[in-house]
DNA sequence: GATGAATGAGCCTTCATTCAT
DNA sequence: AATGAATGAAGGCTCATTCAT
């Protein structure tokens, strides 16, 4: 008498334990049987539910990834949709979400980074993130910049959200999701048009006055 | 008498052949079997000359280290003291040096890095690097910002290099380092003083009128 | 469900093995390869069940042990409680038991009292059966000589044991436990009181007749 | 130009190191390079000298023979020649000689004799060195026993030489020589004919009235 | 569905030995 | 005579995976 909807407890509980035996002794050392005993189950359950190794840490990638991605778009549905200010924000805030910035998640993301150099499954799910991002920054700015200055800015956006993620997933303290808002508003001042700026400004006094 | 000076030749080599193994199948795979036969010597070696895996990894990072020390020590000392635009560049340029972008050395960067959390002796090097950068950033900025200002900037442009690299790295293209330079100097052109960058663009056409 | 139960099978056999291979080729030369081929398994579950090769020898070298300890306690059950003599004899009888002169066993024993020098576990688990022989001999001796006579006594008997056992060790012909006996009781003849050997012979007398 | 006679130098030198190796880290760990890095050598050394590792083993046996032997003959050459006590007494004290009872000499002792079961030369050795005993003593116990007897307590004596070594090796005190000579002395007491021992009592009194 | 048992492939390392110098 | 260099073989161990239960 099967037991049925277990993929739906299982799979959940294997993709965080694989992103704890990440977090505790690294990609490299995070062997099935690390992963497995950090849910509490057999090894053998993991060919089982992902088909092998590989498939478990794809869904693990795809996993963080869907979270990155949903983080993002509650922010942006939350938005003003004229108000780009905010709205490339909320984008910001999606990738320094909290979630994000977990100890466990912070090393599956570098570790993941890094392997997929080598396997096309994940390398091609690293771009395709890669592109949303650009593609997310790119809708805003192209309403307020010209096409080449906005790719230009989407980029110079796109590379601080990396390097400040990357730089303080090496440090002790971690990642400092504010100081990366307040860098990142602080180059959005300097490149984007007044009237830009200037209708932020307004909707944001606005909402704390009817606050 | 024996052959003698053989470490001299044995040790780059080794350190080069880890980096073509670690570009071609990924640092988890590159097992000193590979390694050993990209420099075509007995696996052994390695033992010999470094004392096993972990101190031939630990070197070839402490190589790219020094290549990119040696790198950013060079351009400064081809410039005026006082530009401090040009020193910024020359800081710049060296992270974006040909070496550095090179294929195998962005992939053993990037598997160190990912690493470096769970080896101290990498971690170790690694936050060595990441405060140097930071600091060679600070003493140029510091001569023309406020000092909270100038720790923010630098924290930024290391951020940009960093994204930069990090975003290239995963790249088909590789990395654009004209591109960050760019990149770079736009943002210092809305950073810094306006007299600092006076001073850049009169030393530019001198040096030009020179040539 | 799983086969269940199976080290409780594995674990004897693999003892057996190790045996059996330190017999043929030595302990030198019994890799886990060769113990795993003469159980028949794969080495690799030599680390399953004992952790390791260490794991595996220290086993085996308690469960001669524990042989060499049930066989006296046996001897000395069927013992009449006054009898010294008997009881000493019960004891040499249990160190020269058929299965501790079983050439397996007997290179096994002395393959660890080398290695015992060199590995902590080793030599504990020597040490402990070296003071409970004499242990065992002075219980007996205490009754019937003064304490330092006793001792004299008792580590000349056991020098008696592991002599015969270790000269025999060598000898093409393995060991004579009829010998051994021979000699020991020869020595007590002469070193006991004549109440305690009168009353032994009164008793053996008995105990035939009873038959 | 050869330097002559450096054989003479180097053999007796790399087994010198060869024991003290065994002394520190056991046959199995003293490896060619732990033994001439003892000597101060490059291990190719061995192989010129010894023909490879298992010849300086055996060179390393027969040394260790050569002194048991000479130790032996010289305490005998010692001894009044129809005092059988003094002469057994002289064979025991060869055998429980400082140099025989150096650390370094008991654990390549224990390691040969373990050793020995699987290599022929090693056993040969062994064999032939544990047979000079018995002859050693039954010349002398022929002498003032009949011939079985003899052999008998020659046994028991080789026994209790053995067995008193063996235990003394696995002692943290290490073996004491002079209990081996009081035990052996008092088993001496109650085998030998009164005649024999009366005659060495006579030569004692003798020896120290002429001191 | 889940697991304990078992394995074969591969990894890092050690080591005795050979060789050119 | 002596050695640093180099290696092939072997050793212990880890691991992803398979399978009967």
């Not at 995070?30 to 057999?42: F, P, R």
């Not at 778009?73 to 108000?83: A, G, P």
């Not at 924000?89 to 100890?103: E, H, K, R």
Request: hydrophobic share 45%; charged share 20%.
């Amino acid at each position: 008498m099967p037991k049925v909807g277990m993929p739906a407890i299982r799979k959940p509980q294997l993709i965080d334990a694989t992103m704890q035996a990440i977090n505790a002794v690294g990609l490299q050392k995070a062997s099935v049987v690390t992963i497995s005993s950090y849910a509490g189950v057999s090894p053998a359950i993991i060919n089982h539910y992902f088909g092998g190794k590989d498939g478990l840490l794809e869904e693990t990638m795809r996993s963080i990834l869907r979270q990155l991605s949903a983080g993002v778009r509650q922010r942006l549905d939350l938005c003003t949709k004229d108000d780009v200010v905010e709205r490339i924000t909320a984008i910001v805030g999606g990738n320094f979400d909290p979630v994000q910035l977990d100890s466990k998640v912070i090393k599956t993301w570098l570790a993941f980074w890094s392997q997929a150099m080598h396997q096309p499954q994940l390398y091609r799910l690293q771009r395709v993130n890669e592109k949303r991002l650009i593609s997310h920054l790119m809708i805003e700015l192209k309403r307020v910049l010209p096409y080449e200055r906005a790719k230009f800015v989407a980029l110079s956006i796109a590379a601080l959200i990396d390097g400040i993620w990357l730089r303080g997933s090496l440090s002790p303290n971690g990642i400092d999701g504010q100081l990366a808002q307040r860098i990142i508003a602080d180059y959005l001042e300097k490149q984007l048009p007044s009237e830009t700026l200037a209708l932020h400004r307004q909707r944001q006094l606005l909402k704390r006055a009817l606050l």
